[in-house]
Nanobody, 124 residues
């Protein structure tokens, strides 16, 4: 059973930075891509970023490209999301996600495992 646990959320002022972490367990972490999604109040969940199994390939939503960086440490079974130049519109619950299949790229509807989420609030 794949388990994902996020941490690192909090309250930050606009222009600030946060780093989210996701601890994964339950299968061979280094064989699968990983992703981050977010859901703001009253809105649908949206894709933020994804990283391939090796970390050599990444993809970002246009709204965060150039500000957020996704990375992973396969030795520690961890994936990270470094968020810089945060804006109030980045306020959301952020979720770590993993696909069932080992492939790249991963379509945003191919993620089957989800963490419980961590709240990020950016004040203006």
């Amino acid at each position: 059973q794949v388990q994902l646990v996020e941490s690192g959320g909090g309250l930050v002022q606009a222009g600030g930075s946060l780093r989210l972490s996701c601890a994964a367990s339950g299968r061979t972490f280094s064989s699968y891509a990983m992703g981050w999604f977010r859901q703001a109040p009253g809105k649908e969940r949206e894709f933020v970023a994804a990283i391939s199994w090796s970390g050599g390939n990444t993809v970002y939503a246009p709204s965060v490209k150039g500000r957020f960086i996704i990375s992973r440490d396969n030795a520690k079974n961890m994936v990270y999301l470094q968020m810089n130049s945060l804006k109030p519109e980045d306020t959301a619950v952020y979720y770590c996600a993993a696909p069932r299949r080992s492939s790249w790229p991963v379509g945003q509807y191919e993620y089957d495992y989800w963490g419980q989420g961590t709240q990020v609030t950016v004040s203006s």
